[in-house]
């Protein structure tokens, strides 16, 4: 199957900085997804973003599917932005396989 | 954005006993559903693929009469962990393939999520 590597594995940042959270894959996708867990375990969607690049807010993010890698963009970060961040991928049979996440956390 | 609704959020039982959890697609039907499995401090693992008025599909490791799938509607997918035991407490999520005239859009969306806590 797909294999998903998210880096870094924790990120500490402090209030208002920006931050970049990257994710690799090891096979062509149909579907890439970012999500954030928040802390009662809800799967929040952030991103549907198989190729290109979108925008929301004070987030982005970009896939370059021939490279394999797509990017989360966090700027001015704020403390409601920790939690932890997913990355999953799934090929033609729409089955989504997730990275092991990253661990963010915003201080005051 | 879509919106899945999962049922119970939180569950305590006895060893021994059965639980259900329902999966539901508020505004989008959903032929396709997906239920997923969470450790503390994990990643989330694919279970099955509950697939509307067929028999669900297991990822390998998964026991499929422990874990019982039914998709009976369009909207309505249930997972029954059958005679739970302590190893069976978890966090399950379902999430659902949304569709838009007919066709998939590609994006899943996920439940809330139901932990699951077997004395």
Not at chain 1, 39 to 66: C, D
Not at chain 2, 6 to 11: A, E, K, T
Not at chain 2, 55 to 77: P, R
Request: aromatic share 10%; proline share 4%.
């Amino acid at each position: 199957g797909i294999q998903v590597e998210q880096s870094p594995p924790d990120l500490i940042l402090q209030e208002g900085a920006n931050s970049t959270l990257r994710c690799n894959f090891s096979d062509s996708v149909n579907n890439l997804q970012w999500f954030h867990q928040n802390p009662w375990g809800q799967l929040i969607n952030l991103f549907y973003i198989p190729s290109g690049t979108k925008q929301n807010g004070r987030l982005s993010a970009t896939t370059v599917a021939t490279e394999r890698y797509s990017l989360l963009y966090i700027s001015s970060s704020q403390t409601t932005d920790s939690g932890v961040y997913f990355c999953a991928v799934a090929g033609a049979n729409s089955k989504l396989t997730f990275g092991k996440g990253i661990t963010l956390s915003v201080r005051p | 954005g879509a919106v899945v609704s999962q049922h119970p959020s939180r569950v305590i039982c006895k060893s021994g006993t059965s639980v259900k959890i329902e999966c539901r697609s508020l505004d989008f039907q959903a032929t396709t559903m997906f239920w997923y499995r969470q450790f503390p401090k994990q990643s989330l693992m694919l279970m099955a693929t509950s697939n509307e008025g067929s028999k669900a599909t297991y990822e390998q490791g998964v026991e499929k009469d422990k874990f019982l799938i039914n998709h009976a509607s369009l909207t309505l997918s249930t997972l029954t962990v059958t005679s739970a035991h302590p190893e069976d407490s978890s966090f399950y999520i379902c999430s659902a393939l949304r569709t838009s005239g007919g066709a998939y859009t590609g994006e899943l969306f996920f439940g809330e999520g139901s932990r699951l806590t077997v004395l």
